[in-house]
């Protein structure tokens, strides 16, 4: 089935160069010989930001076009707080693979005019205010760096942050690359006689050392999550290289308590830490972790916020329905957990808040994790079952909040074709939406209530134009779902109904309905407190 499709392959005749176009706004991405010098997209304004050689000392500048005049930076993030307010790093000297610092400038009439809010910034450690914390909606917390190279945390106004009104909430110098403000809490690490110590904030009350096992000896930590109360933490101990702990807080964020050991680490292209933890989405207290025990590395979970972990039931049948004979502990369903670094693919696992208890992830069967023979998998039950949806691998989206799937496969393949799924993977509807096939390079699965666009960009060859392709998919839909088109779902952990101390019931769409979830669908249909038990209680 071939569904509607607007193809766009963008040229540029009059500059005589490819076109390119941007995958967050239409705005064209040009290449230029004419121009000596590649053109990028501003974040900001829908207008071409030029990336061109500049004077010798300067090896990249570029040129934000911003209202009706250019500002020589380099943006390296950029992120927004209103719909007038924005903030933006740059960098207007030599630029080098992993730059120190860099200047914060801010608008208050998005883009037009910017104001200089510090000259030396670490990258990605800034971070606006805090809803119900701090006072003034543009008050900005950042992490500095002096001129003899060490940091510092300070807080100002992005509009008035000259020295005087400057504050230093932290005393002290920091560890670069340490200051992070999440919820209600705030963290920073110290050095002292070479070792690493760990600070947090709560609720913006004076800065308290964290208090880890005495058998701790941390040289690394990272804020894993800061939900329902509590901090989630993975914490590098003196004698680990490639693993991680996994620790859980008390509500002040000071007193931690170990919930997993040694659960598995990489390095991601930029050379950060991934660390095999993933916190399911939709469903409180549940989460999925590779761990790593004699070599081997096996796939656990936990509906408690890591009190109890299990292993992963493996599915009972493959995908032509033959049995699969798969007995716990010795064989189990392990998955593959790491994130994409590319936003508009996939990963290996993905869920939604809006879709609870759907889980679509890569993984093998067997006594450990590998990345030989692996397929798709998806639970509709929040792992307590799985079934096998592909036998390769793929990339899949969520539509219609979470009612629908759709799947294609992984960008080193070209593909014609894309699969939908509308009963939580049972059955996949193959559509195609190209004449040629195509190497994916990402998917946009556009927001709106009402607004069912996704946008492929890719391209035919390695040598040709990107193309960019829009799909307005409401068409696959019968109708408007109604009552009788939904069921209800309990949500449990094999068989017990009590999940973090709540009995909830979700409503979904029946497997045989191709219907459009409407704009006002609620997945909880109810939720209800549990009468604690003796197990619920800490002795």
Not at 73 to 81: G, R, S, Y
Not at 210 to 230: A, F, N, R, V
Not at 399 to 428: C, I, M, N, Y
């Amino acid at each position: 089935m071939m569904i509607g499709v607007s193809v766009q392959a963008l040229s540029c005749p009059v500059l005589s160069c490819p076109v390119l176009c941007s995958p967050v706004l239409s705005c064209p991405v040009l290449s230029c010989p004419v121009l000596s010098c590649p053109v990028l997209c501003s974040p900001v304004l829908s207008c071409p930001v030029l990336s061109c050689p500049a004077k010798p000392h300067v090896s990249v500048v570029l040129y934000v076009c911003v209202g009706v005049g250019l500002f020589p930076w380099l943006p390296m993030e950029l992120l927004v707080v209103s719909s007038t307010t924005v903030t933006m790093t740059s960098a207007s000297v030599a630029v080098e693979q992993r730059v120190r610092s860099v200047p914060l400038y801010s608008s208050v009439d998005f883009g037009r005019k910017w104001q200089l809010v510090h000259e030396a910034v670490t990258p990605n450690r800034f971070y606006w205010s805090v809803t119900g914390l701090d006072v003034e909606s543009d008050f900005i917390h950042l992490e500095v760096n002096a001129a003899d190279g060490r940091a510092q945390y300070v807080t100002c106004r992005a509009q008035s942050c000259s020295e005087a009104n400057r504050h230093y909430p932290f005393s002290g110098y920091i560890e670069t690359n340490s200051l992070v403000v999440q919820d209600d809490y705030m963290f920073i690490q110290v050095t002292s006689a070479g070792r690493a110590w760990y600070y947090v904030s709560y609720k913006r009350e004076p800065f308290a050392r964290i208090k880890l096992p005495k058998y701790s000896l941390p040289k690394d930590m990272h804020i894993i999550s800061t939900d329902e109360g509590q901090v989630f933490a993975a914490v590098q101990e003196w004698n680990q290289n490639d693993t991680y702990n996994i620790y859980i807080s008390d509500p002040q964020g000071i007193h931690f308590t170990l919930a997993l050991e040694n659960v598995r680490a990489s390095r991601g292209l930029g050379g950060n830490s991934m660390i095999d933890l993933y916190e399911v989405a939709g469903i409180k207290g549940m989460l999925i972790a590779n761990r790593k025990l004699e070599n081997q590395v096996k796939t656990y979970v936990t509906y408690n916020k890591g009190r109890d972990w299990r292993l992963l039931q493996a599915p009972t049948t493959d995908l032509e329905g033959n049995s699969i004979h798969c007995v716990l502990p010795f064989c189990s369903l392990h998955l593959q957990l790491q994130m994409s670094e590319n936003p508009y693919l996939s990963g290996s696992i993905i869920t939604k808040s809006s879709a609870p208890g759907v889980i679509v992830a890569t993984g093998n069967i067997g006594s450990e994790l590998s990345y030989n023979n692996v397929g798709m998998f998806i639970s509709s039950d929040a792992g307590n079952s799985w079934r096998q949806i592909f036998e390769e691998e793929h990339n899949v989206w969520f539509l219609d909040k979470g009612g629908a799937l759709l799947a294609v496969k992984q960008p080193t393949v070209p593909t014609r074709h894309l699969w939908v799924s509308f009963d939580e993977g049972r059955q996949w509807d193959r559509h195609s939406f190209s004449m040629v096939p195509l190497f994916v390079d990402g998917v946009l699965v556009e927001p709106g209530i009402d607004n069912q666009i996704m946008t492929f960009f890719g391209h035919f060859s390695h040598r040709s134009e990107w193309q960019l392709i829009k799909i307005d998919y409401k068409s696959l839909f019968s109708k408007r779902c109604t009552d009788g088109d939904y069921q209800t779902w309990h949500l449990h952990n094999q068989g017990e109904p009590c999940v973090m101390g709540q009995k909830q019931i979700y409503m979904k769409r029946r497997p045989a309905s191709s219907c459009m979830l409407g704009p006002g669908y609620s997945r909880v249909l109810s939720s209800e407190p549990c009468i604690c038990r003796a197990h619920d209680f800490e002795w």
